[in-house]
C-alpha cells in the first residue's frame, strides 16, 4: 500500500510530504533567529541557506517571502560587516518585491534603503544616494509615511548623507 501524507501517516524519522517541506523551512527560519539572537551568526547562516535552498523549490523564487528570507541573510551579513554579500542579496530580493509588491509597499522600501545602507558602508555614496532617494519618493506616495521602522531607517540614512 502507498499513503500518501495527508492520511495522517507520518516516518518518524523523515517525512517526505510536501507540508513537512514546508514545516521544515520555517522551522528553519526560526532556528536562524534564535541564533542570531544568541549572537551565533554562522549558525544563524547556515540555518537560512537552508531556508532559502527549500523556499525556492516550495514557494518559488518569485514569493514575498522568498524576498524577506533573502533580506533577513542580508541583514546577517551587515552583522558580520560584509556589506558586499549583504548587497548581492538585497539586489535579488529587489529584483522580486519589485515584480511582485507596489512601489510603496513597506517591504520595497525597507530593501531600498538597507541597498543604500549597503552601497555607503562600500564608499559608493553616488548609488548609496541614487537608493536613497528613489525610496524618499516611495515613503512619500503611500503607507510608509506611518511606518516607524521606515522612518527610523531613513533619518538615520538621512543623517549619513547630511540632510534632515
Known amino acids: 500500500f502507498f499513503f500518501q501524507a495527508e492520511d495522517g501517516i507520518r516516518d518518524f524519522?523523515?517525512?517526505?510530504?510536501?507540508?513537512?517541506?514546508?514545516?521544515?523551512?520555517?522551522?528553519?527560519?526560526?532556528?536562524?533567529?534564535?541564533?542570531?539572537?544568541?549572537?551565533?551568526h554562522q549558525?544563524?547562516?547556515?540555518?537560512?541557506?537552508r531556508c532559502i535552498q527549500i523556499q525556492s523549490f516550495t514557494?518559488?523564487?518569485s514569493n514575498p517571502d522568498?524576498?524577506?528570507t533573502l533580506q533577513n541573510a542580508a541583514a546577517l551579513f551587515f552583522t558580520k560587516d560584509k556589506p558586499l554579500m549583504a548587497l548581492i542579496y538585497l539586489h535579488r530580493c529587489e529584483r522580486i518585491q519589485e515584480t511582485i509588491l507596489?512601489?510603496?509597499?513597506?517591504?520595497?522600501?525597507?530593501?531600498?534603503?538597507?541597498?543604500?545602507?549597503?552601497?555607503?558602508?562600500?564608499s559608493e555614496v553616488y548609488q548609496a544616494r541614487n537608493y536613497?532617494?528613489?525610496?524618499?519618493?516611495l515613503i512619500?506616495?503611500?503607507?510608509?509615511r506611518e511606518d516607524p521602522s521606515i522612518q527610523q531607517k531613513f533619518v538615520a540614512l538621512g543623517s549619513l548623507f547630511g540632510m534632515r
Open 102 to 122: 507596489a512601489n510603496s509597499h513597506p517591504q520595497y522600501v525597507h530593501c531600498l534603503l538597507d541597498i543604500s545602507l549597503a552601497y555607503h558602508r562600500l
Open 43 to 49: 549558525k544563524a547562516l547556515e540555518h537560512l541557506y
Open 59 to 61: 514557494i518559488g523564487e
Open 13 to 40: 524519522c523523515l517525512s517526505r510530504g510536501l507540508g513537512d517541506v514546508y514545516k521544515r523551512q520555517e522551522y528553519m527560519g526560526n532556528i536562524s533567529t534564535i541564533y542570531y539572537s544568541l549572537d551565533e
Open 140 to 144: 512619500n506616495l503611500g503607507p510608509c
Open 132 to 137: 536613497f532617494h528613489k525610496a524618499s519618493q
Open 66 to 68: 522568498y524576498a524577506s
